[in-house]
T-cell receptor
Framework: DAGVTQSPTHLIKTRGQQVTLRCSPK?????VSWYQQALGQGPQFIFQ???????QRGNFPDRFSGHQFPNYSSELNVNALLLGDSALYLC??????????????FGPGTRLTVL | SQQGEEDPQALSIQEGENATMNCSYK?????LQWYRQNSGRGLVHLIL?????REKHSGRLRVTLDTSKKSSSLLITASRAADTASYFC?????????????FGKGITLSVRP
């Protein structure tokens, strides 16, 4: 039973470029959340996708967008990259139906470096 | 903004000793979860405690939750060198409109062999 997978593992971009990160949830999970973790900090919630729609969003600008596909996998897109976007991007999957306690399982992350 | 505040920020102990880490939060929660992270890799889920629970055990882990004080503690008994990692508490709301996790800054635990 595969856990949460993310690709790529590492990515180097330059300011102003655009990037797409990918996530496949744990088998049986239908909800994907994305988090940004700066060095030395805890993860910060970006947004969550459920039933192919953005269900909740954190305090991130519109440059951050996402998508969820019918197979529950998800993409995170960041446009017009800034140096401050350099971070570890974590994807987490969970069961999103009402009554569950939102236990989230994380992938290994994508390390994004913006030069 | 970060909801959970872990204490201490760093902890260094000898192998075999117990490690106690604390977390405080500000708003009402549905559940609280503890995670471990090794060297900037992905987060490993350790344990979830619901707001109507006071204590939970999993192997060498013991978690308590005091909703009146808005605090939680994670106890790792008989620590091992392999427990060296960063530990985060994260608070969660009810599934649905408020199911995001809000993390603290983490505790760095070093277990000396």
């Amino acid at each position: 039973d595969a856990g949460v997978t993310q690709s790529p593992t590492h990515l180097i971009k330059t300011r102003g470029q655009q990037v797409t990160l990918r996530c496949s949830p744990k088998s049986g999970h239908d909800t994907v959340s994305w988090y940004q973790q700066a060095l030395g900090q805890g993860p910060q919630f970006i947004f969550q996708y459920y039933e192919e729609e953005e269900r909740q969003r954190g305090n991130f600008p519109d440059r951050f967008s996402g998508h969820q596909f019918p197979n529950y996998s998800s993409e995170l897109n960041v446009n017009a990259l800034l140096l401050g976007d350099s971070a570890l991007y974590l994807c987490a999957s969970s069961l999103g139906g009402r009554g569950s306690y939102n236990e989230q399982f994380f992938g290994p992350g994508t390390r994004l470096t913006v030069l | 903004s970060q909801q959970g505040e872990e204490d201490p920020q760093a902890l260094s102990i000898q192998e075999g000793e117990n490690a106690t880490m604390n977390c405080s939060y500000k708003t009402s929660i549905n559940n609280l979860q503890w995670y471990r992270q090794n060297s900037g890799r992905g987060l490993v889920h350790l344990i979830l405690i619901r707001s109507n629970e006071r204590e939970k055990h999993s192997g060498r882990l013991r978690v308590t939750l005091d909703t009146s004080k808005k605090s939680s503690s994670l106890l790792i008994t008989a620590s091992r060198a392999a427990d060296t990692a960063s530990y985060f508490c994260a608070t969660g709301g009810v599934t649905g409109a408020n199911s995001k996790l809000t993390f603290g800054k983490g505790i760095t635990l070093s277990v000396r062999p």
